[in-house]
């Protein structure tokens, strides 16, 4: 399955909550502690990441409902690439998932095939859901407020990712963002450019 996302700097979070609020479904929030474990391998660099999900319930949104704490542990796989077009970024990622049990076994395996733990990124996450895209308002320690906007696709074809990069820039102007709050970088870039 492919990723074809946008995402970008937020800069009225109780704004943009009532934007999403009058077209797109509330489906839920969420703490993501992801921990990124990279090694060379073939002279390939190969990244994995190891997120801990962790449900909340929030204040935030009108009539939220009230979620028990029962956390994921997922293992990510993604071939990532970023496109370009009028000095807009697009990630188009193909991404594999796999749900963990708990992240300690696997934690100790990579240890010991030579992956070293090279970076750790916590995001708050409120979720929305509207016409087949994901909408999610992140708060990313040391970084601030995004707004993440996901389309999934079977293919990595030219038209399906022109017709999703259409519908990402419609669904980030019905939030009240504009397009030069996109962010091309990674999350992983951007905690990196701090040190």
């Known amino acids: 399955m492919y990723e074809i996302e946008l995402k970008a700097h937020?800069?009225?979070?109780?704004?943009?909550?009532?934007?999403?609020?009058?077209?797109?479904?509330f489906a839920g929030a969420v703490e993501k502690d992801d921990t990124y474990y990279s090694n060379s391998i073939n002279g390939k660099t190969i990244k994995i990441r190891i997120r801990k999900e962790t449900p909340f319930s929030t204040k935030e949104i009108p009539n939220a409902p009230a979620i028990?704490?029962?956390?994921?542990v997922i293992l990510t796989y993604k071939r990532k690439e970023i496109r370009e077009?009028?000095?807009?970024?697009?990630?188009?990622?193909?991404?594999?998932e796999i749900f963990l049990s708990e992240a300690e076994p696997f934690e100790?395996?990579?240890?010991?095939?030579?992956?070293?733990?090279?970076?750790t990124k916590h995001k708050i996450v409120?979720?929305?859901?509207?016409?087949?895209?994901?909408l999610e308002l992140c708060t990313v320690d040391k970084l601030g407020d995004f707004i993440e906007i996901e389309i999934l696709s079977e293919h990595n074809d030219e038209k399906q990712i022109e017709e999703a990069r259409e519908k990402l820039l419609k669904l980030l102007a019905k939030?009240?963002?504009?397009?030069?709050?996109?962010?091309?970088?990674?999350?992983?870039?951007m905690l990196e450019d701090l040190k």
Request: proline share 0%.
């Open 68 to 72: 028990s704490a029962h956390k994921s």
């Open 85 to 96: 077009e009028n000095g807009h970024g697009f990630e188009v990622n193909d991404e594999k």
């Open 10 to 25: 937020v800069e009225n979070r109780q704004q943009i909550i009532k934007n999403l609020e009058r077209f797109a479904d």
């Open 126 to 134: 409120l979720t929305w859901h509207y016409d087949n895209a994901h």
């Open 175 to 189: 939030c009240g963002i504009s397009q030069d709050k996109i962010e091309n970088r990674y999350y992983s870039q």
């Open 108 to 119: 100790c395996f990579l240890e010991d095939t030579g992956f070293k733990s090279t970076l």
